[in-house]
Nanobody, 120 residues
Framework: QVQLVESGGGLVQTGESLRLSCAAS????????MGWFRQAPGKEREFLAR????????VYADSLKGRFTISKDNAQNTVYLQMNSLKPEDTAVYYC?????????????WGQGTQVTVSS
């Protein structure tokens, strides 16, 4: 089992930046991938980015257009999401997720979410 705790959300203005953190605990030795998703009110959950835990290979959603960057600190078992040039449409609950199997894009563990609100 892996437990995930997100932090770093908050209220910002358009154009500002935020960095989200997600600390993993528990069976972190088994981590294969970690990722970030978000869900806005009335919308489906949206994939943002993922990173392979050992190799560091990153994959991003095309819609982000380079504004977000995922990174990791293996020693701290933490993954980050740097978000720049934030827009009101980025307002959502942001979730960290982790996978520990070879099944492609599979995420078995989820954090509780952190709210990001971007005011216009």
């Amino acid at each position: 089992q892996v437990q995930l705790v997100e932090s770093g959300g908050g209220l910002v203005q358009t154009g500002e930046s935020l960095r989200l953190s997600c600390a993993a605990s528990g069976s972190t030795f088994s981590l294969v991938r970690m990722g970030w998703f978000r869900q806005a009110p009335g919308k489906e959950r949206e994939f943002l980015a993922r990173i392979t835990w050992r190799s560091g290979v990153r994959v991003y959603a095309d819609s982000l257009k380079g504004r977000f960057t995922i990174s990791k600190d293996n020693a701290q078992n933490t993954v980050y999401l740097q978000m720049n040039s934030l827009k009101p449409e980025d307002t959502a609950v942001y979730y960290c997720a982790a996978g520990d199997t070879s099944v492609r894009d599979h995420f078995a563990y989820w954090g509780q979410g952190t709210q990001v609100t971007v005011s216009s």
